[in-house]
């Protein structure tokens, strides 16, 4: 009960964040993203608004063995930045650019309606489907 409570606090804090800082408005977003046009960079703030909790999280977590539910941590990914990671993070990027939306702000924006939301959760839904069998081909691709 502990964990599902964090959760939902957790969780609430973070689509407040997005709907206060206007990260689930696509023209603030695409403002972001247009670094050669009509650059709008004040959502700097919010992602070094962001970095500074989760650094302090991470240094917490060198000191602790679990978490605050008792949960051990889970190791720390591998650093090497392979394919999957530079493919993937370029269909991301592509997706954000394109919506401007991404998980998080793309679910915060259903709360205040709009198809566009409903539109981007579903192809979000259905690129999570197909990722997997994609992600082998390309693995195989890449063994050759």
């Given at each position: 009960m502990q964990r599902i409570f964090l959760a939902a606090v957790s969780g609430g804090l973070f689509g407040a964040g997005l709907l206060v800082s206007g990260?689930?408005?696509?023209?603030k977003v695409q403002g972001w993203l247009d670094v050669l046009g009509a650059w709008d960079q004040t959502l700097a703030f919010v992602l070094g608004g962001a970095i500074i909790p989760m650094l302090i999280a991470w240094n917490m977590t060198t000191r602790r063995a679990h978490s605050l539910v008792g949960k051990p941590f889970p190791p720390r990914p591998d650093?090497?930045?392979?394919?999957n990671l530079v493919i993937g993070s370029v269909l991301f990027g592509a997706g954000w650019a394109l919506a401007g939306l991404c998980p998080g702000p793309a679910l915060a924006s259903l709360s205040w309606g709009g198809t566009g939301g409903i539109a981007f959760i579903l192809a979000m839904i259905v690129g999570m489907l197909v990722a997997q069998p994609i992600k082998l081909r390309i693995d195989r691709i890449a063994a050759i």
């Open positions: 990260m689930t408005d696509t023209t650093p090497r930045m392979e394919h």
